[in-house]
């Protein structure tokens, strides 16, 4: 539950620096600059790539990332 969010989040609505609760009870950021959208969890020592973005499923919105996210 730790890489899913409530409500469906798309990528126009990704702001840089925001902080996300996950249904794990836990938090990622997002950071936005020329280079892409990262998100990072609160236990990794880097951020993940977001390397895929906005794949509508009929029950969510799925972004694709590189690596796991840690609580």
């Known amino acids: 539950m730790y890489h899913v969010v409530s ?13 996300i609760a996950t249904g794990g009870s836990g938090t990622v950021t997002i950071s936005l600059s020329g280079n892409g959208a990262t998100v990072k969890g609160n236990s990794n020592t880097a ?4 390397i895929a973005t906005n794949i509508v499923t009929t ?3 799925i972004h694709v990332i590189d690596q796991v996210l840690l609580p």
Do not use: K, L, M, Q
């Open 59 to 61: 029950n969510g919105v």
């Open 7 to 19: 409500p469906r989040v798309f990528s126009s609505d990704f702001t840089n620096g925001e902080t």
């Open 47 to 50: 951020a993940s790539n977001i």
